[in-house]
């Protein structure tokens, strides 16, 4: 339910009016003169002034302009007499959403009312969804406390607020297009769009229309103008996802842009300037890609501006926990489970610190998403992992994937366990080469497969 501020220096006039929107469905508060009205609207959510025109003290276009320096959007609409026309248009000018001739009859009213109430509905919700996303890509939600983590948010704060392009590189998964989007909420730019292009996605002809755009009758189909990507990013942040693998005719396009700052669409020949912050990204080395002739090396400085390299989940194990706790509760609130999973298994943990992660963080949501999804305990377990995740899982151990507070008892055992599997596998499962293999008895060996709970009808 809306809040409709009413603001006359006669408080019958405002009792009345007050009624009248009352019955409409809104709520009302009333002020009888602009210092009044300010200290209402400091202390209430209010969405919508409806004000005199002429009052003592502060008149409403006094009132206006001290509204618009706190909220530019919210609705005013001015109720003036025939005699203070000239100033309703003043107050028009001045960010009024509207104005009303006293007298006048309920039904105009109530139809100016709904209309600015209906406006700033959809301008709350967009605020809302803006600061949805700002909370999504704030620094604090990238998730990291390992040292190489912390080096990338030292870099990524230092460079935000600039112009500056940057290039992400990094292996699939490590989280670029998170970064990207950090970059760009935490720039004066973030109040215009942020355009993300995968460049690895497209045909080089279609990918090229995309980029820049394309005139009316540019190649078959093209039956209208259409901007390209540059264009509808202008004030704001383009993002170039797999920059590598843009064609040599393409990087030649790119790299003008960047030089002169402007572009011409396809089928076209007028220079169209354009203003946007360019983020790269790739999977490759770039700097070996110039080194082997498929990437120029003057579009490769221009890119490499400040260089971020995203660490691969490998290479920071010690963010595994915070990642799983975070998942746990993102996909947990997400699929609106009944009985929600607060953790994972020691033996889970174990796992995850030994796999390799190829897929690296966005491996690692999914495997927990679907754990999260079909666990029917609080706490997942093993057999709550894809199988095909079990069956890869790394076999040796990596001394730096054990966490530092992890149990001497506990690690010795993993290794051990890890160690028999291993064994049996290269045996092919036969029991007596895996003991040789070992250095142990088949007898000491079957006991440790007993206290390991091996599987070995399953071979796992």
Not at 310 to 321: C, N, V
Request: glycine share 6%.
């Amino acid at each position: 339910m809306e809040t409709i501020l009413i603001v006359d220096d006669e408080v019958n006039y405002t009792l009345i009016l007050a009624a009248v929107l009352e019955d409409e469905g809104f709520e009302t508060l009333t002020a009888n003169s602009g210092p009044a009205a300010l200290a209402t609207l400091s202390e209430s959510d209010v969405d919508l002034v409806l004000t005199d025109m002429k009052m003592p003290a502060m008149d409403g276009i006094d009132l206006l302009e001290r509204i618009k320096k706190e909220d530019v959007d919210l609705p005013v609409i001015m109720m003036t007499a025939h005699g203070t026309v000239e100033k309703a248009v003043e107050a028009m000018q001045k960010g009024a959403y509207n104005y009303i001739l006293k007298p006048f009859d309920n039904e105009r009213l109530v139809l100016y009312v709904n209309k600015a109430v209906s406006m700033y509905r959809v301008v709350k919700e967009n605020r809302q969804l803006r600061r949805a996303v700002e909370g999504r890509y704030s620094f604090h939600n990238i998730i990291g406390k390992s040292k190489a983590m912390q080096d990338v948010f030292h870099v990524i704060q230092k460079v935000a607020p600039a112009a500056a392009t940057v290039l992400l590189e990094g292996a699939s998964g490590t989280g670029k297009e998170l970064v990207a989007n950090a970059l760009h909420f935490n720039s004066p730019r973030k109040d215009k769009p942020f355009v993300a292009v995968n460049c690895s996605a497209l045909a080089e002809t279609l990918l090229e229309s995309e980029l820049f755009g394309h005139e009316k009758g540019a190649f078959t189909g093209a039956v209208s103008m259409k901007k390209g990507r540059f264009e509808i990013a202008d004030g704001g942040t383009l993002f170039l996802d797999e920059i590598g693998e843009l064609s040599s005719a393409l990087q030649v396009k790119l790299l003008r842009v960047l030089q002169e700052r402007v572009l011409e669409r396809v089928g076209g020949v007028k220079a169209i300037p354009v203003n946007i912050r360019l983020i790269a990204a790739t999977n490759k080395s770039l700097r070996e890609e110039v080194a082997k002739g498929n990437f120029r090396e003057d579009l490769f400085y221009r890119l490499n501006v400040v260089p971020i390299t995203l660490p691969s989940l490998r290479e920071r194990l010690e963010d595994i926990r915070p990642l799983v706790g975070h998942f746990i509760a993102k996909y947990s609130g997400e699929h609106n489970m009944g009985s929600p999973v607060t953790g994972i298994d020691r033996e889970v943990e174990r796992l995850f610190y030994e796999y390799d992660w190829p897929g690296n963080v966005r491996e690692l949501e999914n495997v927990i998403e679907r754990a999260v999804v079909l666990s029917p305990e609080a706490i997942i377990q093993v057999s709550d992992l894809p199988k095909d995740f079990i069956d890869n899982a790394h076999s040796t151990m990596h001394m730096d994937g054990i966490p530092v507070d992890a149990n001497l008892y506990d690690t010795l055992a993993l290794v051990e366990k890890n160690m028999i599997v291993r064994a049996l596998k290269k045996a092919n499962y036969i029991q007596a080469h895996a003991a040789e293999l070992l250095g142990i008895g088949k007898s000491g060996l079957n006991q440790k497969i007993k206290k390991y709970k091996l599987n070995l009808r399953d071979k796992a």
